[in-house]
């Protein structure tokens, strides 16, 4: 799944909101584009997920301009004032209402081994707001992908949270390799540090198969006789306290 910004901008000159922005996302490479001010993260993270339409420049998934298949098939993960838990939440109250929302079982037992799965449960009573940043990525973007119609996220500037660029770099390289489209919308000097980076090979490589066939000094005499023979529903979020 392809996700291309052809210079997607709302307003005009030094004051634009969002100025021009052109990125592309797909399978097996992760994009990045850089915004600045306060504001411009979160609408350049509402247009690229197709939750707002700019004012000039388009967005397409696939070559083509379809705002509604790109709404259904990308989430915006930790997305200022959009898709941002409430930093006081616990990591077990974030699971649980995540799992709610796709469907799933969404009782303490699922949440702990949810957060099991992906490394987190020594953590689920932990607030959110004193996650390390790498960590809080993994965790919102694996709540992300439970549902089963995302193949795409958008991922609204995890350097804001503080940590090592590198780390939570490492979570969006490890969902691109399990073949989710991940563009990431982040700041100037975050770009810098990741563009100095190394980008691993995403794109699995087919494995050669190669029989082995034993060498022996003589072959032995065939023989007449010789053959061949070819062979969910919704549930109510409780309290996360034991």
């Given at each position: 799944?392809?996700?291309?910004?052809?210079?997607?901008?709302?307003?005009?000159?030094?004051?634009?909101?969002?100025?021009?922005?052109?990125?592309?996302?797909?399978?097996?490479?992760?994009?990045f584009v850089a915004v600045e001010t306060e504001n411009a993260p979160t609408l350049a993270s509402l247009v690229a997920g197709g939750r707002m339409r700019p004012e000039a420049g388009r967005v397409t998934v696939d070559g083509r301009s379809d705002d509604a298949a790109i709404r259904a098939s990308f989430a915006l993960v930790d997305t200022p004032t959009v898709a941002e838990p409430f930093a006081a939440l616990t990591v077990v109250q974030v699971a649980r209402e995540?799992?709610?929302?796709?469907?799933?079982?969404?009782?303490?037992?699922?949440?702990?081994?949810?957060?099991?799965?992906?490394?987190?449960?020594?953590?689920?009573?932990?607030?959110?707001?004193?996650?390390?940043?790498?960590?809080?990525?993994?965790?919102?973007?694996?709540?992300?992908?439970?549902?089963?119609?995302?193949?795409?996220?958008?991922?609204?500037?995890?350097?804001?949270?503080?940590?090592?660029?590198?780390?939570?770099?490492?979570?969006?390289?490890?969902?691109?390799?399990?073949?989710?489209?991940?563009?990431?919308?982040?700041?100037?000097?975050?770009?810098?540090?990741?563009?100095?980076?190394?980008?691993?090979?995403?794109?699995?490589?087919?494995?050669?198969?190669?029989?082995?066939?034993?060498?022996?000094?003589?072959?032995?005499?065939?023989?007449?006789?010789?053959?061949?023979?070819?062979?969910?529903?919704?549930?109510?979020?409780?309290?996360?306290?034991?």
């Amino acid at each position: 799944m392809r996700l291309e910004l052809h210079d997607v901008a709302i307003g005009d000159g030094p004051g634009a909101a969002l100025p021009p922005l052109s990125a592309v996302a797909d399978r097996w490479t992760p994009g990045f584009v850089a915004v600045e001010t306060e504001n411009a993260p979160t609408l350049a993270s509402l247009v690229a997920g197709g939750r707002m339409r700019p004012e000039a420049g388009r967005v397409t998934v696939d070559g083509r301009s379809d705002d509604a298949a790109i709404r259904a098939s990308f989430a915006l993960v930790d997305t200022p004032t959009v898709a941002e838990p409430f930093a006081a939440l616990t990591v077990v109250q974030v699971a649980r209402e995540e799992l709610a929302l796709a469907g799933l079982r969404a009782d303490k037992a699922s949440a702990r081994l949810l957060l099991d799965e992906i490394g987190l449960r020594e953590h689920e009573r932990t607030r959110l707001s004193a996650l390390p940043t790498e960590l809080r990525v993994r965790l919102l973007c694996e709540l992300a992908v439970l549902r089963p119609e995302v193949r795409g996220l958008i991922v609204t500037t995890p350097e804001r949270h503080g940590g090592d660029v590198a780390a939570w770099l490492s979570v969006v390289h490890d969902l691109v390799g399990r073949d989710y489209t991940v563009l990431t919308i982040t700041g100037f000097a975050a770009l810098a540090t990741i563009e100095s980076l190394p980008t691993p090979e995403f794109a699995p490589t087919a494995a050669v198969e190669t029989d082995t066939v034993p060498e022996t000094d003589t072959a032995p005499p065939s023989s007449p006789d010789d053959t061949v023979v070819a062979t969910t529903t919704d549930t109510p979020v409780e309290s996360d306290q034991p």
